[in-house]
């Protein structure tokens, strides 16, 4: 007979699956779309283009892998099943929004001087195409690595929120995305990995 834990570690397995393909949906939906919706507020065009929080940026990546790492190393199986499932739905609901709600960027600066930085903000705005604004797919992931390190009561998680509110700044100060988007990434990260907790108690209640 296969134990809870087995069957969750199968579950992970399945969970990482539709996370690697709600991955693929996102990058597939990130192009142009009729009609295009702009959320811009007057505050976007006044914020600065600030070149060095591109290198913030491209750690969004770093952060996902050592936050996926350190669940695998740290926490039990039900914990890290949570951070999964919480992403999982989360991309589930951006794949959503994208697809009825199509956005458009129009806050990158065409020609900039950014030193010597300008080929890495020129990388990073030529890989990444100006659409799907809403939510910010680095808001998001930054945003549930932070809340998965602060719920589970990881040694040294406040480095993680640090690094996490700084990719969350980035997406403004690269201007990757409005300050709309911030404002609603975030809650909408912490809303789906809460979800999840309830969802998981209810599905595998721990034993007292």
């Known amino acids: 007979m296969v134990n809870n834990s087995e069957k969750l570690n199968l579950f992970n397995i399945f969970l990482f699956v539709l996370l690697l393909s709600q991955m693929i949906i996102s990058h597939k939906l990130n192009s142009y779309r009729f009609p295009v ?3 811009a507020l007057p505050i976007d065009s006044i914020l600065p283009l600030m070149p060095v929080f591109a290198i913030v940026y491209f750690s969004v990546c770093p952060l996902f892998l050592f936050t996926l790492l350190l669940g695998l190393w740290k926490v039990d199986n039900l914990k890290f099943a949570e951070f999964l499932f919480a992403l999982v739905m ?5 794949n959503l929004i994208n697809s009825l709600f199509p956005t458009l960027n129009v806050i990158r600066p065409e020609s900039f001087d950014a030193g010597f930085l300008s080929p890495l903000v020129r990388y ?4 990444i195409p100006p659409y799907s ?9 930054a945003t549930t690595c932070g809340f998965f390190c602060f719920r589970n009561k990881m040694r040294f ?8 509110a700084l990719i969350c700044i980035s997406t403004i100060f690269t201007k990757m995305n409005y300050v709309l988007d911030l404002l609603g990434s975030v809650p909408l990260a912490i809303s789906s990995y809460l979800f999840a907790e309830i969802a998981y108690s209810k599905f595998f209640p721990q034993n007292s």
């Open 37 to 39: 919706y702009i959320e």
């Open 90 to 94: 989360l991309l589930s609901i951006s």
């Open 124 to 127: 990073l705005y030529f890989i």
């Open 133 to 141: 604004t809403f939510p910010s797919m680095a808001c998001v992931l």
């Open 157 to 164: 998680s406040y480095l993680i929120y640090i690094w996490s």
